[in-house]
């Protein structure tokens, strides 16, 4: 019997709570023959993310406030503590085989995920438990989403450095555009569209519509329009440094083969930082000192701390070290099993 699977996913912004779970959704579907069923409560990013998902089998809902009295599912997934409705907790509950609850939670390099991966977490008045599933970049965590024919790695575009930058609206993007206009190197940044195209429309002061190209000294600047997910994923490829955010494009980031630099989602109490620092950590342990302290403080002058215009140069030497860390970096995450992969085994022995 193909297993069944509701994944439940609220858009929070910026649209990445919706990308993540349309690669699982789809992931799950294809590769493994699950019966998908994404309830999402705007499913109109889904219309942008993947153009053709009318062909996929996954049957794409609308998560209603009015929540429709639905039978649940073998498999039921939360994603990101999104919070099921209670009337499906109910009818959950009444079943006569509770179905497998997960609970996906955000990604994180911290220490204390793998001791937390997996523990079971009763409902306090109804018979049935939850899971934790979280993904990660170590062994006895769930990995990180990596489809079968997922392979989109360096491919170089010419002899300019070519960047892609997508990230949230950023006070440090402004110096780091001028830093390149007035060097001595060439650069073609392609801006994602969205707050990226804005921002740096902004630093123009003229309009910068999709499909613009302009120059500002050393820096060419073009700006791209909304992309569909595996068009992105080439572009990641295609570029000698990405800019990325989040969790999705920063996971695809590392797949690419290519040097990166990660904007974290900001949080304004600081509970980004802790992220921020224990993956640094882990990422930068086989890379000389130089390159790693290059790497860390470029890092975070782009989340805020520091000047990011005093960092470009030392970042700028370490990208060839960088280049070289990133085909051994990706084969050690890939170790450890792909996020949907390891779901499924986890499932399987509580069906």
Known sequence: MRISCDLFCRVVDNLGDAAVCWRLARQLALEFGWRMRLWIDDPSPIDALAPDHASLPVDIRHWPDDFPDAEPARVVIEAFACELPPRYIERMAALPR????????????????????????????????????????AAGTGGLIRERDADFGPQGIGAA???????????????????????????????????PRIQVASWLGEPFEPGAITRRGALQLAALPFVPQPDYDRLLGACDLNFVRGEDSFVRAQWARQPFVWQAYPQADGAH????????????????????????????????????????????????????????????IASHGNLAENLVRFCAGRL
């Open 98 to 137: 509770a179905p497998v609850w997960i609970n996906l939670e955000y990604l994180s390099a911290e220490r204390w995920v793998p001791g937390c991966h997996g523990l079971p977490s009763p409902h306090p008045t109804l018979p049935l438990t939850k899971h934790f599933f979280f993904p990660g970049f």
């Open 273 to 332: 930082w802790p992220k921020i620092e224990a993956f640094l950590d882990l990422y930068g342990r086989a890379l000389p000192g130089d390159r790693r302290a290059a790497t860390a403080d470029f890092h975070r002058a782009w989340n805020g701390q520091g000047d990011i215009a005093a960092a470009w140069p030392a970042f700028r030497a370490a990208l060839p070290a960088l280049a070289d860390h990133t085909m051994p970096w990706a084969e050690e």
């Open 161 to 195: 450095l070519s960047i892609s930058m997508f990230c949230y609206e950023n006070p440090a993007l402004p110096a780091l555009l001028s830093a390149w206009a007035g060097g001595d190197e060439p650069v073609i940044c392609r801006i994602a569209d969205g707050l």
